[in-house]
């Protein structure tokens, strides 16, 4: 499960991070998702910061575009030898019109959890 130590207060992040990276690894086929007591490897992570800020504005200084920033801390270990693959950040962006409001908010913040936990699944791969 990835923590949420971000603060942003949208309290689906932690869980939705999780199920997607559950899921791209499931799908992905060459890693099998497995109880941390049998795994040969253990992915952790914990979504560190969240920022929304304004990215486009049109005469009048009116905000028309926000962008969703999201930066993910991730652990990658051999269980097996007891070691640390890789330690890092991962950090991904997505943009939404001001119009949509919190609808908007919550799909660009769900389109960056996809993008970063993409990154984590392809750096987990790489190291395999």
């Known amino acids: ?27 992905e086929g060459s890693l099998r998702v497995a109880n ?7 992915l952790e992570g914990a979504v560190m910061r969240i920022m929304d800020e304004p990215v486009s504005v049109k005469a009048g200084e009116q905000v028309t575009t926000k962008r969703v920033t999201m930066i993910v801390h991730a652990v990658y270990r051999d269980q097996k030898k007891q070691k640390v693959f890789w330690e890092r950040d991962f950090s991904q962006t997505a943009d939404y019109p001001i ?8 799909t660009a913040l769900h389109q960056a959890e996809d993008k970063v936990s993409s990154d984590i699944l392809i750096a987990a791969i790489s190291n395999w």
């Not at 949420?4 to 499931?26: A, C, H, I, Y």
């Not at 941390?36 to 253990?42: K, L, V, W």
């Open 1 to 27: 499960m990835m923590e949420d130590n971000s603060g942003f207060g949208q309290p689906n992040v932690r869980q939705e991070l999780t199920d997607m990276l559950v899921q791209k690894f499931t799908n």
């Open 36 to 42: 941390r007591s049998s795994a040969d490897a253990a």
């Open 99 to 106: 119009s949509q409001g919190l609808g908007g908010l919550r």
